[in-house]
């Protein structure tokens, strides 16, 4: 009997040692996540801001700018290096850049069964979405009420941060657009069938 009760005592001493250290460790664990989660959206918030200054700045000179591109062809007026990070807290990232055109506003006005299902109501001329692309994923969003041209264009891990203020010419219409990142092609949608 007696060593049947050692044994249990010892099973038991054992048992809340592991319950101990399985507690410290969630809690460890639970501290370095949100100092991560902190120092993430910290530094997205900074880029995204940094991004939204330099589109502000970029649209106004672009905008002022006389130049009228012939017929079926585009003009770089302007470029901006952003210099982004390689990473942010060790994680990838991305930016984007988002003109809320009217299938933009259509999708985020997305109803199922006659309820609205999507949060956003009134969309904005555009947006800046900054987010991680690993765990823990985090988003930061700016709206740039004020910017009545196309914007468009991602960055990854700050890979082609240059930001780009074009004007084309379509059919003897001048279109002005702000890109962001690498792009082959200028795109703008009017509506879909």
Same mark, same amino acid.
């Given at each position: 009997?007696?060593?049947?009760?050692?044994?249990?005592?010892?099973?038991?001493?054992?048992?809340?040692?592991?319950?101990?250290?399985?507690?410290? /460790? #969630?809690? %460890?664990?639970?501290?370095?996540?949100?100092?991560?989660e902190? $120092?993430?959206?910290?530094?997205?918030?900074?880029?995204?801001?940094?991004?939204?200054? @330099?589109?502000?700045k970029? *649209?106004?000179?672009?905008?002022?700018?006389?130049?009228?591109p012939?017929? *079926?062809?585009?003009?770089? !007026?302007?470029?901006?290096?952003?210099?982004?990070?390689?990473?942010?807290?060790?994680?990838? *990232? $991305?930016?984007?850049? !988002? +003109?809320?055109?009217?299938?933009?506003? *259509?999708?985020?006005? #997305?109803?199922?069964?006659?309820?609205? %299902?999507? &949060?956003?109501?009134? #969309?904005?001329? #555009?947006?800046?979405?900054?987010?991680?692309?690993?765990?823990?994923?985090?988003?930061? $969003?700016?709206?740039?009420?004020?910017i009545?041209?196309i914007?468009? &264009?991602?960055?990854?891990?700050?890979?082609?941060?240059?930001?780009?203020?074009?004007?084309? @010419?379509?059919?003897? +219409?001048?279109?002005?657009?702000?890109?962001?990142?690498?792009?082959?092609?200028?795109?703008?949608? @009017? /509506?879909?069938?």
């Amino acid at each position: 009997m007696k060593g049947q009760s050692r044994f249990v005592g010892y099973m038991l001493t054992v048992l809340l040692s592991v319950l101990v250290l399985v507690s410290i /460790s #969630a809690l %460890v664990y639970g501290l370095y996540r949100t100092a991560l989660e902190r $120092e993430v959206t910290a530094e997205l918030t900074q880029m995204a801001t940094q991004v939204k200054d @330099n589109v502000i700045k970029i *649209y106004e000179s672009g905008k002022n700018s006389k130049i009228q591109p012939s017929n *079926y062809t585009s003009v770089l !007026i302007t470029d901006i290096d952003l210099n982004l990070p390689d990473n942010v807290a060790k994680l990838n *990232y $991305e930016i984007d850049l !988002i +003109t809320a055109s009217s299938l933009y506003s *259509y999708i985020t006005a #997305a109803t199922i069964g006659g309820v609205n %299902v999507s &949060g956003v109501k009134d #969309a904005s001329l #555009a947006k800046i979405i900054a987010k991680t692309t690993q765990d823990p994923i985090i988003k930061v $969003e700016f709206d740039l009420p004020n910017i009545d041209i196309i914007i468009q &264009g991602k960055v990854r891990n700050g890979l082609n941060d240059f930001l780009r203020y074009y004007k084309y @010419n379509q059919n003897s +219409t001048i279109y002005d657009t702000v890109i962001l990142g690498q792009s082959d092609i200028i795109i703008r949608i @009017n /509506s879909i069938s």
